[in-house]
């Protein structure tokens, strides 16, 4: 299982998996699960039904309280809840750091400028 969040490299098979880490499906309430595919930051579709988001992109927050477990004083690290509005903020990639399809904005400005000395050359040609 990998998590759907672009650039996060954690999956359950990997070394730097711990037992506190935990994957969560997507909600199946369309307004918050958009909001989830947008945080993700994946080109094309994401499939929702089997999809899964890990605990590294949500806070303490973002979690119900296990008052039970609280009171006997037991950890509930690896069973956890999300709360049904929460949605992953933490650890997301920059929008702007790096386009989608993988051009950086300094080789996007290359291209231009050497488009843009290509047309030069051609109208001085003529």
Not at 24 to 41: E, G, M, T
Not at 43 to 48: D, K, M
Request: with cysteine; net charge positive.
């Amino acid at each position: 299982m990998r998590c759907s969040v672009v650039e996060c490299t954690t999956a359950n098979g990997s070394k730097q998996f711990s037992s506190n880490l935990m994957f969560f499906r997507f909600p199946n309430d369309q307004n918050i699960q958009k909001r989830w595919v947008l945080a993700c930051n994946r080109p094309g579709h994401i499939n929702v039904k089997t999809a899964r988001v890990c605990s590294k992109h949500f806070d303490e927050s973002s979690y119900e309280r296990n008052l039970r477990f609280e009171l006997l004083g037991y950890t509930a690290r690896n069973r956890r809840l999300l709360k049904p509005d929460a949605v992953p903020f933490l650890n997301l990639p920059l929008e702007n750091s790096k386009d989608v399809k993988g051009e950086s904005a300094r080789t996007s400005r290359i291209n231009k400028r050497n488009r843009s000395k290509l047309v030069e050359t051609l109208l001085q040609t003529r």
